[in-house]
């Protein structure tokens, strides 16, 4: 692909600047949302990277996102947390949540966080990558702008309501699963607009609820799984499993009351529902890295079906961080750069600066 490589220093000072600009009051929040942001294309999930800043630079400017505040916990037992997100910044209120997941789960064996009033909080995994680094397993999980047409039906109703699940193996090994519960996180088919390419058949769904590759006639997403001749209503039913920790049980908005995807005048805030879970393995019986590394290198040593190895949740963004790491940077395609210079001038920063 043609493009220009970008330094991961040079990505976090841009998002700094350009969230700083836009009203952002302090540079902690600022480089919480410019953590994730290069995690997610650093590893490979470019529909939640650079292609969300303009979303999160409008939800700010527009007020629909507070610019400071902290969350706050509502109430809380030894294990588990309600925690109000008072409207920030979501992977604000998602560092928060996870790290007390960690604490509790550091003395319970367990914690387990439900967040209300919160805002996009960016790729799942980067959650459960932070539990990862205290030993801890990690989950996350968040409901979404309605997006996925249900089993059966020919309107929207739940969000690409993604799922983590990140788990510590022998040797710094790790599994680290980050998927959407849809056939495709619509950043995905956003991206393919951008760069002027089709999508595959199965993403996507147009206004009557009919199959297209168009990317610019997709209004909706098929869930995981695609029809329902194709199993479609396990994703289905693994999204409403998401929206029942997220949006049900903090007391969030929910499915069908979740404000659109980028309604040109939405009334209210996001208030999304999210819910974060760390589990200490030393909890539980002894060993617990060595036969997940176990299995997870069985795994890997499969006999190959093709010329492509097995892999394991986690290995395709270690494949892409090694890439950057011998390039020198993220390639961005040209248009990307061209979009990212057109936020930096309309909010008279720095662009960002190529290789």
């Known amino acids: 692909m043609e493009g220009a490589l970008v330094t991961l220093p040079e990505f976090h000072a841009f998002v700094v600047r350009c969230m700083r600009a836009a009203g952002i009051e302090t540079d902690d929040d600022a480089g919480v949302l410019a953590d994730l942001l290069v995690s997610a294309d650093y590893r490979g999930h470019y529909s939640h990277g650079l292609n969300r800043l303009d979303m999160y630079i409008q939800d700010v400017t527009s007020g629909l996102t507070a610019t400071r505040g902290s969350p706050t916990v509502v109430k809380e037992t030894v294990a588990t947390a309600l925690v109000d997100g008072n409207n920030v910044l979501g992977p604000v209120v998602g560092r928060f949540c996870t790290d007390l997941a960690i604490e509790k789960a550091k003395t319970a064996g367990i914690g387990w966080v439900s967040a209300r009033h919160s805002n996009h909080f960016g790729i799942a995994g980067w959650y459960g990558l932070r539990a990862l680094e205290h030993g801890m397993v990690g989950m996350a999980f968040t409901n979404t702008s309605p997006l996925m047409y249900p089993t059966r039906g020919k309107e929207a109703v739940l969000g690409t309501n993604p799922i983590c699940v990140a788990a510590p193996a022998k040797d710094g090994?790790?599994?680290?699963?980050?998927?959407?519960?849809?056939?495709?996180?619509?950043?995905?088919?956003?991206?393919?607009?951008?760069?002027?390419?089709?999508?595959?058949?199965?993403?996507?769904?147009?206004?009557?609820?009919?199959?297209?590759?168009?990317?610019?006639?997709?209004?909706?997403?098929?869930p995981l799984g695609g029809t329902e001749e194709t199993s479609g209503y396990k994703g289905y039913g693994l999204g409403m499993m998401v929206e029942i920790f997220c949006g049900i049980m903090s007391g969030s908005l929910y499915g069908h009351h979740v404000r659109k995807w980028k309604e040109e005048k939405p009334l209210t805030e996001a208030n999304l529902g999210q819910c974060f879970v760390a589990i200490n393995p030393a909890a539980f019986e002894d060993g617990f890295e060595d036969r997940l590394g176990e299995l997870i290198q069985h795994c890997r040593s499969l006999p190959?079906?093709?010329?492509?190895?097995?892999?394991?949740?986690?290995?395709?963004?270690?494949?892409?961080?090694?890439?950057?790491?011998?390039?020198?940077?993220?390639?961005?395609?040209?248009?990307?750069?061209?979009?990212?210079?057109?936020?930096?001038?309309?909010?008279?920063?720095?662009?960002?600066k190529t290789r």
């Open 173 to 222: 090994d790790s599994f680290v699963l980050d998927m959407a519960t849809t056939s495709v996180a619509f950043g995905k088919v956003e991206l393919a607009d951008r760069v002027e390419k089709p999508i595959p058949e199965g993403w996507a769904l147009d206004a009557e609820g009919r199959a297209t590759t168009d990317p610019k006639k997709a209004t909706g997403l098929c």
């Open 304 to 352: 190959m079906s093709g010329e492509d190895p097995v892999l394991i949740a986690g290995d395709p963004e270690r494949i892409h961080m090694a890439k950057c790491d011998k390039q020198g940077g993220i390639l961005y395609h040209p248009n990307q750069i061209q979009n990212a210079n057109e936020i930096a001038s309309r909010l008279n920063v720095a662009p960002m």
